[in-house]
């Protein structure tokens, strides 16, 4: 996304300090647990299991201590380097965790009917940003997400050093103390042989949210846009279909979640020759589905971003976007209901050229309602929750 500013992030979820079936630790924050009684979903199915490799991994990476003390991770979690790597990671989740209430609170406030109808989030250029769409939307089945990012295998921790830890509170420092990802920094902190891509970032971020990864595979998208499973499992990653699916769950429940991340380019160059894709996004359940646009560099107020933005207002049935998303003059209002949120302005001066006088106005006259946390790139936040008329769906 191209972001050379580095903001404090005044939003954050409801997340937890814990560690990976054992005691948590005596500093960590319990936060409040968010929305419906998901403990109860599934309540017939198996109970569900963790891979306890990839647990423990993501647990060692995200400087969470192994209970178990015959793991082959165990003894390089009494090392020196890592009990420092584990400290630095609690100051940086610390840090995060201060907000968590603010988002907790808009989520159960404004956003109840798009959790209770939606089972899907499809979030175009959000990157490896699990985070947010997790907080604002944490019980969906699915989430979709979209970046140039390269998706990369799971974690493997092979002989870890003191600038290998490095690379990881790095990775996710940007998503902890601000709202997004800085694309020029990904590109950096992903080209290296300990952090292959995004997958082992999402990793480490459920353990520090208290899920429990089941598997990790790579996928791909058929021309008839169905996720099926990657034919050639021997290719390395940055030859494979570029889509990886996380199955999880938060720990306490039964609830098996799916996340997807797709590596590719959304512009019309991209999209228009890339029919799986396109078929994908085709057979969404546009009343099941709902978008969730952040810190989207303005991207969709290009003309060369056209195919996309018509996707999602043709698909979704509800989208939360802040004014880097799809532009106020696309939304038509005898279609949709939108509440905003926050202050608008104008943008800050990189993106000065998308003044959106339109919303400007807008939010002079519609009367919308204050947020208590920042989220994006501007110090005054704003979002814009807009949901399909009930006439309007097909």
Same mark, same amino acid.
């Given at each position: 996304m191209n972001i050379k500013y580095v903001m404090l992030l005044v939003g954050g979820m409801i997340l937890t300090f814990s560690s990976c079936e054992q005691k948590k630790k005596s500093a960590n924050i319990v936060v409040t647990e968010l929305s419906r009684n998901d403990s109860a979903q599934n309540t017939n199915a198996p109970k569900l299991k963790g891979d306890k490799e990839l647990n423990e991994t993501a647990c060692f990476v995200a400087g969470m201590p192994i209970e178990d003390k015959k793991s082959k991770l165990y003894a390089l979690t009494q090392t020196p380097e890592w009990k420092k790597h584990s400290k630095n990671m609690d100051q940086i989740w610390n840090s995060f965790l201060q907000s968590a209430p603010k988002i907790m609170a808009f989520s159960q406030d404004e956003l109840g009917a798009v959790n209770d109808q939606c089972k899907t989030i499809f979030y175009p250029f959000g990157g490896p940003d699990y985070l947010f769409p997790n907080t604002f939307f944490p019980n969906m089945d699915t989430y979709f997400l979209i970046g140039l990012e390269r998706a990369g295998n799971a974690a493997k921790v092979k002989h870890p050093s003191a600038? %290998?830890?490095?690379?990881?509170?790095?990775?996710? !420092? +940007?998503i902890l103390n601000l709202s997004f990802f800085r694309t020029i920094d990904m590109k950096a902190e992903l080209s290296n042989d300990t952090i292959d891509g995004v997958v082992p970032i999402i990793s480490m971020l459920m353990a520090r949210s208290e899920r429990k990864l089941v598997s990790i595979k790579h996928k791909m998208i058929n021309q008839a846009g169905e996720i099926v499973e990657e034919k050639d499992e021997s290719l390395p990653a940055n030859k494979k279909g570029k889509l990886v699916e996380i199955k999880f769950f938060k720990e306490g429940t039964n609830h098996l979640q799916t996340l997807y991340f797709?590596? %590719? +380019?959304? !512009?019309?160059g991209g999209l228009s020759g890339n029919k799986p894709l396109m078929a994908y996004i085709d057979k969404l359940n546009k009343e099941t589905t709902a978008c969730f646009?952040?810190?989207a560099s303005y991207l969709m107020h290009m003309s060369y971003f056209s195919i996309i933005r018509d996707a999602i207002l043709e698909h979704v049935s509800a989208?939360?976007? +802040? +004014? !880097? /998303?799809i532009p106020w003059r696309f939304y038509d209002k005898s279609k949709w209901d939108i509440q905003l949120y926050g202050a608008f302005n104008e943008p800050i001066s990189m993106f000065a050229k998308y003044p959106q006088t339109d919303l400007r106005d807008a939010y002079q006259t519609m009367e919308p309602k204050?947020?208590?946390?920042?989220? /994006?790139y501007a110090r005054q936040s704003n979002l814009q929750l807009s949901i399909l008329k009930k006439q309007n769906e097909d």
């Open positions: 600038a %290998t830890y490095r690379l990881y509170q790095n990775a996710v !420092s +940007d797709l590596s %590719t +380019d959304l !512009s019309n646009i952040k810190s989208i939360m976007q +802040d +004014d !880097s /998303g204050p947020i208590n946390f920042r989220i /994006g």
